[in-house]
C-alpha cells in the first residue's frame, strides 16, 4: 500500500517536469553564472574590479536563484496550468524546512570538500571530473524518482562532459566555467524542446480562454 501511495505522490510530483520550463530556467541559470565568472577571470580594468565583481558574486547567485523561482512561477501560472490543470503540493512546515536546509548544508560542505580537497588532493581525481560525475548522480536520482526518461540522457551527458573538459589543455578556471557552460546550455536546449513540444500538443482550457 505505502508503495502505491509513494508511486501516486512521485507520478505528482513528476508533473512539475512536464513543460520543460524548470529545465529552460535551470540551463538559463548556470548560463548566467558560467557568464558572470568568465568575466571575472576576463576583466582586465584593474584588480579592484575584479575584486568589487568577486564580492558580489554570491549577489548575482541569489538573484540568479530569485529569478529562477519566478520564471518557474510565472509560465506555469500563466501557460501550463491554463493547458493542463493545476497540482497544489502539500505545504512544509518550520521544522522540515529547517531540517531540509540543515541536510543540505551538511552536503554541500561535504561534496565541496570532496571536489576542493579529497577528490583532487588524496585520491588525485580531476576535480571537474568529479563535479561532472556528481550532476550526473543528482540527475539519475531526479530521473529514478520521478520517472523522467530525458534526465538519464542529461546525466550521461553530464558525466562525458566532465571526463572530456577535464582533459582539454586550459587553464583550470576557464574549463570549470566552460563545463558550466556546458552543462547549462545542455539543460536549456533540453528544456526548450520539451516547451515547444508541450505547447505543440496541449491547448489552453477553454474556460480559461
Same mark, same amino acid.
Given at each position: ?6 508511486? +501516486? ?5 513528476s ?13 538559463? =541559470? =548556470? +548560463? ?13 580594468i ?6 568589487i565583481? &568577486?564580492? /558580489? ?11 529562477? $523561482?519566478?520564471?518557474?512561477?510565472w509560465?506555469?501560472e500563466?501557460?501550463?496550468?491554463r493547458?493542463?490543470?493545476?497540482? &497544489? ?17 551538511v552536503?554541500? =560542505? ?12 588524496? !585520491?588525485k581525481?580531476? *576535480? ?11 540527475? !539519475?536520482?531526479l530521473? =529514478?524518482?520521478? $520517472?523522467?526518461?530525458?534526465l538519464?540522457?542529461?546525466?550521461v ?8 573538459? *577535464?582533459?582539454?589543455p586550459?587553464?583550470?578556471?576557464l574549463r *570549470? ?7 547549462g /546550455?545542455?539543460w536549456?536546449? *533540453?528544456g !526548450? ?6 505547447? !505543440? ?9
Open positions: 500500500m505505502k508503495d502505491k501511495i509513494g508511486q +501516486i505522490m512521485r507520478k505528482t510530483y508533473y512539475w517536469w512536464v513543460d520543460g520550463i524548470v529545465e529552460t530556467a535551470m540551463g538559463f =541559470f =548556470f +548560463i548566467v553564472l558560467a557568464g558572470y565568472n568568465y568575466l571575472i577571470e576576463s576583466v582586465s584593474n584588480q579592484t574590479v575584479s575584486m565583481l &568577486a564580492i /558580489a558574486q554570491p549577489l548575482v547567485f541569489l538573484a540568479c536563484w530569485f529569478a529562477y $523561482g519566478r520564471l518557474v512561477k509560465v506555469k500563466h501557460i501550463t496550468y493547458r493542463t490543470g493545476y497540482v &497544489a503540493f502539500q505545504p512544509k512546515n518550520r521544522k522540515n524546512r529547517v531540517v531540509r536546509g540543515v541536510i543540505g548544508g552536503l554541500g =560542505f561535504g561534496i565541496a570538500l570532496v571536489v576542493t580537497y579529497i577528490g583532487p588532493e588524496v !585520491l581525481i580531476n *576535480s571537474l571530473l568529479i563535479v561532472g560525475s556528481l550532476l550526473a548522480l543528482v540527475t !539519475l536520482f530521473a =529514478f524518482w520521478y $520517472g523522467i526518461n530525458r538519464f540522457v542529461l546525466a551527458i553530464e558525466f562525458g562532459l566532465g571526463l572530456w573538459i *577535464s582533459r582539454l586550459l587553464d583550470a578556471d *570549470s566555467i566552460l563545463l558550466m557552460a556546458c552543462i /546550455a545542455v536549456l536546449l *533540453s !526548450l524542446i520539451v516547451f515547444i513540444r508541450y505547447l !505543440l500538443r496541449t491547448k489552453p482550457n477553454p474556460e480559461d480562454a
